[in-house]
């Protein structure tokens, strides 16, 4: 603690610290702006975890020069801590964009889906938006559930229970709303909107749920533009919360 107080108590740090964290949080008010391309939003996010990132490393630096030379390992310690922040961040950036479809496929023991017709509806509609075709896959679950991933490799999960539930329109519906996310890279900001809340303190006081029904409503209106109706789409919601509330 008196650490802290010290390194606060010079000026220039104090100046760093408050200007670090007022940029930084305008920052993650911008990104809430839906007139933004996603690329851009994501970037205001993670600068704005970069921008987090600041004090710390000034603070490790001050307080490494406050401790007496002997005390090796702790200096050692704090000098790291900027760099272990931001290693372990960017590690989960990594590891969602090139890990989490495979880690969500052997979590749910997915299998690739073998629906020949939805597969080659999928592939025209992909070639149409100059995508790149999605791998299909199919989750062991009762449960109706359908998400995606728009990484190097793109890939669209959807149970077992959404066939039981879904007409063939229905699910077509639902995976031009998941080719609808995967074009506008909507996971990507699910994800980048996730980890920020995880990490930064600042996120618990900027409401970032607008960001997540933004994406949804998109992928609903290019299902609804597809398909030319908003028949489909509507119906499958309506389906699908049924289930969830029968079940509770």
Excluded: W
């Excluded at 610290?17 to 996010?45: D, H, P, Y």
């Excluded at 000098?79 to 749910?108: D, H």
């Amino acid at each position: 603690m008196n650490l802290v107080v010290s390194f606060l108590a010079d000026p220039a740090y104090f100046a760093i610290t408050v200007g670090s964290l007022v940029i930084a949080t305008m920052l993650l008010l911008a990104s809430r702006n839906k007139q933004l391309s996603v690329t851009s939003r994501v970037f205001l996010i993670y600068a704005h975890i970069a921008l987090l990132i600041v004090p710390v490393a000034f603070f490790a630096y001050s307080s490494g020069c406050m401790i007496p030379a002997y005390d090796c390992n702790v200096k050692t310690l704090l000098y790291s801590l900027p760099f272990i922040i931001g290693g372990a961040v960017v590690a989960a950036g990594v590891i969602g964009y090139f890990a989490l479809p495979q880690l969500y496929r052997r979590r749910f023991s997915a299998k690739e889906l073998k629906n020949a017709e939805l597969r080659k509806f999928v592939s025209a509609h992909a070639r149409r938006m100059r995508l790149r075709t999605p791998s299909l896959f199919l989750l062991d679950t009762a449960t109706p559930v359908a998400f995606s991933f728009s990484s190097y490799k793109p890939a669209i999960f959807l149970s077992l229970g959404m066939f039981d539930v879904l007409s063939k329109k229905e699910i077509e519906s639902v995976v031009l709303h998941e080719l609808g996310h995967i074009k506008h890279r909507s996971p990507l900001m699910k994800f980048s909107t996730k980890l920020v809340k995880l990490v930064s303190p600042v996120a618990l006081f900027v409401p970032m749920q607008s960001n997540l029904s933004h994406e949804e409503c998109y992928a609903d209106a290019f299902a609804v533009k597809v398909q030319g109706t908003a028949k489909y789409v509507t119906s499958a919601r309506q389906k699908i919360e049924d289930f969830y509330a029968f079940q509770g």
